[in-house]
């Protein structure tokens, strides 16, 4: 990537990975951003894979009925 102004390469950025907290460069030199590694990327995606990961919901449990039942 150029900068267009300059006609020289888009200066990377320095982030957080988002598995281990180290600083990973944001650039296409790095394969794996936003990840630091091959490894914290693997390792994130298997937290997403067993449900490590979850939204917060208010529905109620499957097992148990919506609303009152005396209502129907």
């Not at 300059?6 to 794996?32: L, M």
């Not at 994130?44 to 009152?68: I, K, M, Y």
């Amino acid at each position: 990537m150029t900068d267009s102004t300059a006609g020289r390469p888009a200066a990377s950025r320095i982030v957080t990975c988002p598995h281990c907290g180290g600083d990973s460069v944001y650039a296409p030199s790095n394969a794996f951003r936003p990840f630091c590694s091959e490894r914290c990327k693997h390792m994130d995606l298997g937290a997403w894979a067993s449900e490590n990961f979850r939204v917060a919901s208010e529905a109620p449990p499957d097992d148990q009925p919506f609303g009152d039942a005396r209502l129907q």
